[in-house]
């Protein structure tokens, strides 16, 4: 019997000791001074590059803040949140974030799945969250989530697009190529659907799986279609392995172009020469920014690689872009109620109109940015060339190759 | 046009095949499931670009310090599973799949989730004729692919010890009453797949981009030949590479890319169905 | 050999194991009290729980020897099911996540017809392939699934009134944890008893000898059957409230490798053998990994899974739950 007791105490002191170690191993809690805002974004994991782009923006953006005296004098505190990729693990951390911490408003997120759960957390608690990218239209349409804003949306990548291929490059035949992950999938079949409108025909339209690294029967279904345009909804390293196939395989086409991945620094100085002549797309980049907002961008520049000592791009941008939106609303709400409750921010924000670097920054009726239109740029040795649309347009389309 | 398709898809299932052999024969001869062979793959890719990165080593430099650093992975490799208790096979393959988890993120913390690729040293490919395309990594491939398997097939055919190995894929009991030494051939095919292993990495990551999770495909590849070929049979192992390779890029030609992954997927259950025996020759005997 | 002792032994219950058992019982209910209310501990043991169900799930067709790597087509397809349903039909969570779980205990059945005859090792090698077959299709059928798109907006699991009590799983991480520990124990009991019945003695007489079972009068194919379609349905229904968990369906997100690969590590950490085994895996190694692991090596935590299979396997090859066990019995002995 005396056996047993102790038995039973020493497991009960273990399980206590256990338990007291899961607390001292949370983050202390703060005294509510500052005004919290939330931040979840995949710092670790698989889309950990864009994810910690996107960090450094919203740190950016709240560093500035603080700067200037944070919002009507009081800090603004930024409780950061990995989700390492997973979105079970992006929504334990927003409930943590709202309920534990007790943040005003959300921003971050990076892919529209791990988007995708958060809002509908911030719906159901009633707090606003303002997602850095994001483009799956069904998250927004019909308004479903009221708590829900994004400063990025697909239309602002597929008009232009669109635009420019009809009115300026005029392919014969167009192949569309588009990895097996939501956003990729809608942009690919929207652009279906412009293009035919526009009497271009499609040839081919494939899917593949992320991680597919023989792209060879695949380019020579496009020679045997005789396609002169590749559309290409990957990302950074399926536009390194099929431009060096296509070279491999002497394919060459008329445009090769890519959405996501292409106009980055990084994919040109990984590349070397063989990026001369792709085309990317971006919202902004250092030197490629909104008409009117050339000393904003140049500053956001300068303090950026001051801060980071690195180049902020146009991930980084959108980081930047949706924290400012926040900061906006929570100060005007102060202003106006002197706290910053759910649903006061919600209003403030459907009535914000900002003009960033980026974008002018105004919510239509479904959360969406109603102004959002990226650029196609051209890489022309080395360098990013905006080609569309016209009165953004900085230089002129090459098409033979160096 | 029916040529560049025909000369991809067998520089494609040579390659298969160099991956596959190394599994086929550790399975043959020790009856263990390495279901880490891809990440075995994997690690051997990231040494090659870090080699020709940092180091700016050649490919002839950097082959056989991959062949050695594998050779030396697969001994302890063999060590480690020596010890693993009864059912053998299954519990192998549980073993090996706990390794795959520990190695691919024992990967991502040290090479992080970036993409990487090694750049190849020369420009574009040469051209044999005006229609045919070359390129001097597809040579490379199937330069080596072929040497390798031709190598492992003159050792088990021709030499006393590729007797003795293949005495042992037959019936290791019978063979340790013959006096062959078992465990010194459980080493042997260990080595031979770390060193096979070895060749086959700096390729890859030539063709491919090394990203942490990417070895399950490669591992599946190479129990898929296994299972058509028969253990340790090498001429097998390279004709079913290339009927794998056909048949995957007649899948991307004809349905889409999309589908490539489902035709592979459908062959292993047609020929787990249809030659359970084919993954181990004792298997079908002792089981009713 | 080893189990025979074991059923044994829980069979005449020792005082300090039902202690031990009340204790943890009223530690797991009192959870929520203990840790910050709502907070992230109560959302890992939730998740824990979670995974301890899909362990148990995993493990009935391990008890027959079935040692799968595929577990996640059924966990998929019940997510499928139950958001789909959802989507289509606008019908109650509660309803449809059964009905996932039959599309789930659907493939079950055809696994028994397609691999009726493979055992070991080529079962864990075809289960590990069948998954791409629902996860290609699915993914591929675009004007159904929605394809790579995924199912958005799947609502959250429905309130529940008891008398003037509003039980809101959507809204109250509590509520839900809570739902999670009382549908746990229902299965952990529901395991156990079938365990200790004539058909649990069947299913584990298959394991360690099928002829024998034979000749013992088992209908081995039926028992079979059974246990596949048993341990399809539950992994199902474990997938249909992921769906509704997160709101969202992705073919990458349901049918992923670490689906399949996180049943297998937490029962045989906890013990294969043992009714509790998985459950007790679960709720040391999830809780362990979300909370300590990952402060210390935020990247390739999992790492911590690997490393506990190949230490397991290679030290206690019966599980931690037999190993415990053989210490309790020491000590009231």
Known sequence: MTVQVSHIFRLSALAASFFIGFNLLSPPVLLARPLRIGEINPLTGKLAKHGQEIHEGILFAVEEVNKRGGILGREVQLVSRDDQSLPEVAINQTEDLVYGVGVAGLTGGYVDSLVGPISEIAARHRVPYVASASLQRNLTIGRRNPYFFRVSRLDGIVEPLCGFLTSQLRPKNAAVLFSATPGSSEFASEMRTCLKQAGVPVSTFDKFRPGTSDFSSFLMKLRMERADVLISGGFFPDHLLLARQMKDQKLSLRAYLGPWGVAYPSFIEEMGSASHGLFGMCAWNPGITLPGTEQASEAFVNGFRTRFAKQPNTTTMHGYSSARALLAAMEKAMGKHGGVNGDALCRELRSLDLLLPMERLVFDDNGDPRYYRQVVVQIQEGRMVTVYPPDRATGSIVTESP | MMLQFLVNATTLGAFYALVAIGFSLILGVTHAFNLAHGEMLLLSGYLAYFLGKHFGAPLLLILPVSMLTMLFAALCLERLLRRVPEPHELNTLVITFGLVLLLQNAMLMAFSANYRIVAPETGPGQTPSSTLFLSETQVLILGLSLAATGAVFLLLKRSFLGKALRATIQDGEAARLAGINVKHMHLLAFGLGGLLVGTAGPLYARTAYLHPFGGMEATLIAVILTIFAGVGRIRGLLIGGWILGLVESGTVLLLGTNWRELASSLILIALLLLRPEGLLPKWAKTRP | ?333
């Open chain 3, 1 to 333: 050999m080893g189990e025979d002792k074991a059923m044994k032994r829980v069979r005449t219950p020792t005082r300090l194991s039902v202690a031990l058992l009340s204790a943890g019982f009223l530690l797991f209910l009192g959870w929520p009290w203990l840790t910050a209310r709502g907070g992230i501990h109560c959302q890992a043991m939730s998740m824990a729980l979670f995974h301890g169900c899909l362990a148990l799930a995993w493990n009935i067709c391990s008890m027959m020897g079935a040692v799968s790597l595929g577990h996640t087509a059924f966990f998929g397809l019940g997510a499928y099911g139950s958001a789909l349903l959802c989507h289509y039909g606008h019908l109650n969570p509660f309803l449809t996540i059964p009905l996932g779980g039959i599309l789930g205990a659907f493939y079950g059945v055809l696994w028994h017809i397609a691999f009726g005859k493979l055992r070991g090792a080529p079962f864990a090698l075809a289960s590990l392939a069948s998954v791409e077959i629902p996860k290609v299709i699915i993914d591929n059928w675009e004007s159904f699934t929605f394809g790579s798109l995924g199912v958005v907006g799947i609502p959250p699991l429905s309130p529940i009134r008891v008398g003037s009590f509003m039980l809101d799983f959507g809204e109250n991480p509590v509520h839900l944890y809570h739902l999670f520990l009382v549908g746990t124990l229902f299965l952990c009991l529901l395991y156990r008893q079938a365990l200790r019945s004539r058909w649990g003695w069947a299913v584990r007489t298959i394991r360690e000898d099928e002829t024998a079972a034979a000749s013992l009068g088992v209908n081995v194919r039926r028992t079979r059957l059974q246990v596949f379609i048993c341990s399809a349905f539950l992994t199902g229904i474990c997938g249909g409230v992921y769906a509704h968990l997160m709101g969202l369906v992705e073919p990458a997100l349901v049918f992923s490798l670490h689906i399949s690969a996180l049943p297998l590590v937490l029962s045989i950490f906890g013990g294969r053998f043992q009714w509790y085994g998985p459950l007790l895996g679960a709720v040391v190694l999830y809780p362990l990994d979300q909370v300590v692991f990952r402060s210390l090596f935020p990247v390739g935590h999992s790492a911590l899974y690997g490393f506990v299979v190949i230490l397991t396997l290679m030290l206690f090859p019966q599980g931690m739950g037999a190993w415990l066990q053989k210490r309790l019995h020491l000590a009231s002995s």
